[in-house]
């Protein structure tokens, strides 16, 4: 499937209540900004193309290839109230995550979602799907 093609699809979707949702869409459209339009992308190299040369996502976010600013991400993911919680990305998530951690995971979950679209290969099967099974 062609990535303008991927785009299409989850623009198309409705317009998502949750903060974490709204920034892995968001992830989602960025994997997709890297990679020219015209590229066909299938189950099978999906994951690698989208892990531009990274192993894994939590190497992809600490590598740089995403948000590196603990406030950017946090400000990406977070709802205003957690955003006041956090001051705004200065204090880390939790005790056993850093804001990278958090970025890997959003980033992980939106190349789920571009692999449920690539394997279903169809708008109007790919909207199904993303509404029932999707972090987005």
Known sequence: MKVIDIKNVIESLPAERS?????VRQYAMDLLEAIPDYQ????????????????????????????????????????????????GGELEPSSHESWLDVEARAVGQAAAAIKVIVSVGQREAGKKLLLTVSPF
């Open 19 to 23: 903060a974490w949702r709204r920034g």
């Open 40 to 87: 066909d992308l299938t189950p099978e190299n999906c994951r690698g193309i989208l892990l531009n040369g990274a192993v894994s996502w939590k190497e992809w976010a600490y590598g740089g290839c995403g948000l590196v600013y603990d406030v950017d991400i946090a400000e990406r993911l977070c709802t205003p109230s957690e955003l006041r919680k956090k001051r």
